[in-house]
């Protein structure tokens, strides 16, 4: 009695193994790939975003007038003044530009 031969999938010539692996590494590529582009991308978004929102246009102004105030020797209004701007910088998390 013959031994038996191993059984093996294969479509066409390709082994599965060989097929599997291939689409593996496609796959990890392709992961690694969006991840280097798409993430810094979408925070770069999500950003943005919070910079147009009400509380960092605040804190914009809030900046401006407290250089104005301390360009005009007022510096007790300057720092109440940024006080505020802090707040909403903190607030709506913004860019920084202090």
Known sequence: MKPRAKFRIQI?????????ATLLLSLL???SAWLVHGVPKYFRDQQEIRDRSIDCNN??????????WEEEGD???AR???ELAIHHFKRGRCTQIH
């Open 80 to 82: 109440g003044v940024l």
């Open 12 to 20: 066409g010539t390709i082994p599965i193994k060989v097929l599997a």
């Open 59 to 68: 804190y914009r102004d809030f900046l401006k007038a407290s250089t104005a």
């Open 75 to 77: 510096s007790d209004q």
């Open 29 to 31: 590529v392709g992961g």
